[in-house]
């Protein structure tokens, strides 16, 4: 079968789900015995998303080879197990920064560089044979789904809708167009109005390009007759005209556009079989992992009983930790209990009002972040709930936090600190040295980061193995899952238990204070076996006092949640 292209475009407004409805596809077309990948084409010129405030563009996702992503990538991921790459990741400023390198290096031979061809023709080979998430290569997908950033109309887009109305011209059947807009209900007129779905897909259309599916984003439910309405002035079958309602939860979306037909119409606009893996028609996909995704639905139904957890963090927007909450979710689904989420702004947690602030939580999460910021709220946190025995995750700044709380308070080293955070210069003695002029750096900076002076894409990045003490909590929490995740492995049976997680830091645990970390009773129970790097610490007099170096809700999936958030959930339950 030759490979088939989905193109999702957007329009009215943007944040109406383009990325679940493309996670949604890939995971219809999965159920039908498909391969996919999914790519994202974000259309600001930053080369990544690394260096952007998470209250401009929610969390910075990453991928396992070392990539700072958008964090639509992690929908994909969590709804179709996929394993992304850089290469699932494309901005303009990527896009543009290809295309001046070659004109640089003399490539054009002279030629004025401009946006057609150069850069549109740039987009198509990013589209076309770029290596991609299933297989180790882009051919061996069936779909490639292509999600495009923004709104139909915004000036940064132009490239993209070009580059897609020639691909479309190219690529005949083989390209489908899924459009998602909105239909707003007027209050004041009790109405739902289609006009500006009308205009989205005019505006599309004055591009060059006929949806040949909608998506209505609506808050209420539309009838045959305004769909057949919306069908008519598209010029789009009705049968290819759904509407993507609000859900209790976004991972029901994949099975309503089943049962409205989605996956049928893009199979039939696409000219493909209904099933390769069974070679004939089925109304109900009924593979293995479609499945166990109705079970994950059924059991998230009939979780009723709540259980609060605390993050605590600096950014009071829930897309910034998005990755984190969708964890505890999926966790809490499979330990048969709802998760509530509460957010705590570690800026305003003082030693006064953190016993009121964190009351009734069974459990806190100290969350990642940079900067100097909101630390002291979290080290207040830690500090709380490691002599109160409250279950406490810290990932990556929450773990170093944790680490600094201990060495103020246990080992009675009151300056305690990280590197991050103080302003003496970098030459200064260390206490080691015997200076006496820094304070006591229990987080340091990586030694391979003190030469680097650019921000964007310079961490310590990516996917890392990690060697597990064994009878630790956290040995325990992966041993369980050893068998059914991808994470844990031995280089032998009966050797260690190795897990290869997902970096993106510059500091480290400071291993000239291990010793006397283990000594006082905070273990050192996973290690980078190739710079014995701490990864994870644990107090294993607690209940669970966890802090990992690495961000676990990177590989956290409906189908497979991660071990160590399972493990937390259970002891907050």
Known sequence: ??????????????????????????????????????????????????????YEHGECYVTEDSFETDLDLGHYERFTGIRTTRHNSITTGRIYKAVIDRERHGDYLGK???????????????????PGAVGGALGTSSFVICEIGGTIGDIESAPFMEAIRQLRWELGRNAVCV??????????????????????????????????????????????????????????????????????????????????????????????????????????PDFAAWTAWLAFLDKQRHATRELHIGLVG??????????????LSLAGVYN???????????????????????????????????????IEGKIIAA??????????????????????????????????????MVTFPKASPSPSEGGGVAPHCVIDMMEEQKSITQMGGTMRLGAYDCQLVEGSKAYEAYLQSEQSTPLAHREEPGESLFVKERHRHRYEFNNQYKEEYEQAGMKCVGINPTANLVEIVEIPDKRWYIGTQFHPEYSSTVLHPHPLFMSFIKACI
């Not at 890939?26 to 990544?48: C, E, S, V």
């Not at 004025?112 to 044979?129: F, G, M, S």
């Not at 606009?269 to 893996?277: E, T, V």
């Not at 209990?337 to 570690?346: A, G, L, P, R, Y």
């Open 314 to 327: 600096k950014y009071d927007l829930q897309d910034a930790y998005k990755s984190i909450r969708e964890s």
């Open 336 to 374: 048969d209990v709802k998760t509530k989420i509460h957010f705590v702004n570690s800026e305003a947690l003082t030693a006064e009002n953190v016993a009121t602030q964190l009351a009734g939580m069974a459990g806190i999460v100290i969350c990642p972040g940079f900067g100097q910021r909101g």
């Open 1 to 54: 079968m030759e490979t088939k292209y989905i193109f999702v475009t957007g329009g009215v407004v943007s944040s109406l789900g383009k990325g679940i409805i493309s996670a949604s596809i890939g995971k219809l077309l999965q159920a039908r015995g498909f391969k996919i990948t999914i790519k994202k084409f974000d259309p600001y010129i930053n080369i990544d998303p690394g260096t952007l405030n998470p």
């Open 179 to 284: 459009h998602l807009t909105y239909v707003p209900y007027l209050k004041a007129a009790d109405e739902l109005k289609t006009k500006p779905t009308q205009h989205s897909v005019k505006e599309l259309q004055s591009m060059g390009i006929q949806p040949d599916i909608l998506v209505l984003r609506t808050e209420r439910h539309l009838d045959e007759s305004l769909r057949r309405k919306v069908a008519s002035f598209c010029n789009v079958d009705l049968d290819c005209v759904v509407q993507s309602e609000d859900l209790p939860s976004i991972y029901e979306v994949p099975v309503s556009m089943h049962q409205q037909g989605l996956d049928t119409a893009i199979l039939r606009k696409a000219g493909a079989s209904p099933s390769p893996s069974k070679g004939g028609d089925v109304e109900t």
């Open 383 to 420: 500090e709380y709930t490691r002599t109160h025995d409250i279950p406490t995750f810290g990932i990556c700044l929450g773990m170093q936090m944790m680490v600094i709380e201990f060495a103020r308070n246990v080992l009675g080293y009151p300056d305690a600190t990280s590197s991050e």
């Open 112 to 130: 004025t560089i401009q946006v057609v061809p150069h850069i549109t023709d740039e987009i198509k080979k990013r589209i076309l044979d770029t």
